[in-house]
């Protein structure tokens, strides 16, 4: 039932942040108000994230959950009646942001109490499949509603989607095999403890970063699709095309292990990403997004997979909430600051100029983890493996 919910959530959630971007877009608002939106959403998210792991942790998970996802439904309901003025799209973007900030580390930590080892690796795959099939069906959605109904009738639709959501997750309860630990797998040595604690905090800055660059997907590329000519429906394929190629990678992520505790693979992923973002701003066809966007996409696949297993193999089952949550809050820093400052970027340079600027910063970011992997953790790497 909790992969259902999640495919969901994202599905509504998706479709929404489509229709209203491409709406504006269209609409001819600027490049710095679309990325203020974009901020704004982020921003709440990340702030309601880092607490809403912890408030889960000690007075539920379930209760935070279905929080957020009345707070969606009501959001939606509002913007799919008022939908005609940039400032109602900000108040309700905030109002989404904030929902789903309480959904998904409480949600994520639901899935995975008591569990380690490949259990917990199949749950967070699972994870990961749903809440990306629900990006797909959002895009694809989004683009198909859209060309024919328009905003409203669009929105309709999320909120349809997010009212049943939030019966769903009411429904459900937790059982008893939900909070039981797992004495199937074992949760490793304390020094694996302490290394995926130390890969953790490096996932951070590759998160950040990687936020920073698929929020100008949701944000501000609508604004290059729409120079392009390209239309709604070509444009929600090329972005669930990327999809696909994220959740390809998570599927290789679980059946291998020869990216654990490897920071190499993170570097050649992560400078991967940066070279999808130099082909995106120097497309001018749906053939050259769709390459750029792959690249970017292997990258935010292995990124997001991976921080799950550190988070996942380097924290306590009590405290899972709390380290989902502060992972999450990274994702939604740097999505807001993408948003914001690629929102700036596009104004004064052109819309092609924020994914310049985001591989700039991939780069920078990618040096600064190699100085911390260097300094300290590699280290404690040698000493572990003799």
């Known amino acids: 039932m909790l992969y259902l919910i999640t495919w969901i959530t994202d599905f509504a959630g998706v479709l929404f942040i489509f229709v209203g971007t491409r709406h504006l877009s269209e609409q001819d608002t600027g490049s710095t108000m679309l990325g203020a939106l974009g901020a704004l959403y982020f921003l709440a998210s990340a702030v309601s994230s880092a607490w809403s792991g912890t408030v889960a ?7 935070v959950s279905i929080a957020g996802m009345a707070l969606l ?4 309901g509002v913007n799919s009646y008022w939908n005609d003025e940039y400032w109602i799209f900000c108040v309700v973007y905030v109002a989404a942001g904030i929902a789903f900030g309480m959904i998904y580390p409480p949600l994520m930590a639901w899935l995975g109490h008591g569990q380690s080892g490949q259990t917990a690796s199949r749950r967070y795959l699972i994870f990961c499949l749903a809440f990306n099939l629900g990006i797909v069906s959002g895009q694809l959605t989004g683009g198909w509603a859209f060309e024919r109904f328009g905003v409203g009738i669009s929105l309709l639709i999320a909120l349809t989607l997010a009212s049943f ?15 039981n630990l797992d004495t199937d797998d074992h949760a490793g040595t304390d020094m694996e403890v302490s290394l995926s604690q130390s890969f953790a905090r490096l996932a951070r800055f590759a998160n950040f970063g990687g936020m920073f660059s698929m929020s ?3 944000f501000l590329l609508p604004q290059l699709v729409v120079s392009l000519d390209i239309s709604a429906d070509r444009h929600g394929l090329i972005l669930a095309s990327g999809r696909m190629i994220v959740m390809s990678t998570y599927l290789l992520l679980h059946l291998t292990s020869f990216w654990q505790h490897k920071f190499r693979i993170s570097g050649y992923a992560q400078a991967l990403g940066a070279v999808g973002l130099i082909i995106l701003s120097l497309a001018h066809s749906s053939f050259g997004l769709v390459l750029g966007l792959a690249a970017l996409s292997t990258m935010m696949g292995y990124n997001y997979f991976a921080s799950l297993f550190y988070n996942a193999t380097g924290s306590s089952h009590q405290h899972k909430g709390r380290a989902f949550g502060l992972n999450e809050a ?20 052109g819309s092609r100029a924020p994914f310049q600027l985001a591989a700039l910063l991939i780069t920078i970011l990618l040096v600064v983890q190699c100085i911390v992997w260097w300094k ?7 000493r572990f493996h003799g």
């Open 376 to 382: 300290s953790i590699r280290p404690a790497q040698k």
């Open 216 to 218: 100008m997907l949701w």
């Open 57 to 63: 942790d000690r007075w539920g998970r379930r209760q």
């Open 330 to 349: 990274s994702l939604g820093l740097g999505a807001a600051g993408g948003s914001l400052i690629g929102g700036v970027a596009a104004n004064d340079w």
């Open 73 to 76: 439904a009501v959001s939606l």
């Open 165 to 179: 959501n939030l019966i769903l997750i009411c429904l459900h309860k937790e059982s008893n095999n939900e909070g």
